[in-house]
């Protein structure tokens, strides 16, 4: 019996030019370029990565900008930390923190989304 399903298995599995192409791999998107290179936006990576990238782009730039929206401001909130009383060792400081509110969705799916932007810089 496993031998007949063995060979249905390689028989039915077929290898074309679309599947030697990964589906995580970024698309070439003009808005991403738009966006100033001291711009961290948080996402779901692991809190270090943005901490880690952010402090590279301290040692090429005076200063950078956290932003994170809804579940992950707490995400912005802790790279910012890491990156000043951590890693930074007293070299770094927050500059300035703003609070807002974006409209998400159109017509009768609209909502209303927080968002943080943390500007931490040199000292």
Known sequence: MLENDNNVNSENTEVGPQSSIPDDVPSKDTSSQSAPSNNIFIGKKPVMSYAMSGLIQLGQSDEIIIKGRGMVISRAVDVALIITERLGKG???T??????????????EKRNVSTIEIVVGQK
């Open 91 to 93: 070299k770094f400081s």
């Open 95 to 108: 500059k300035s923190i703003a609070i807002d509110t974006v409209v998400l969705g159109e017509d009768t």
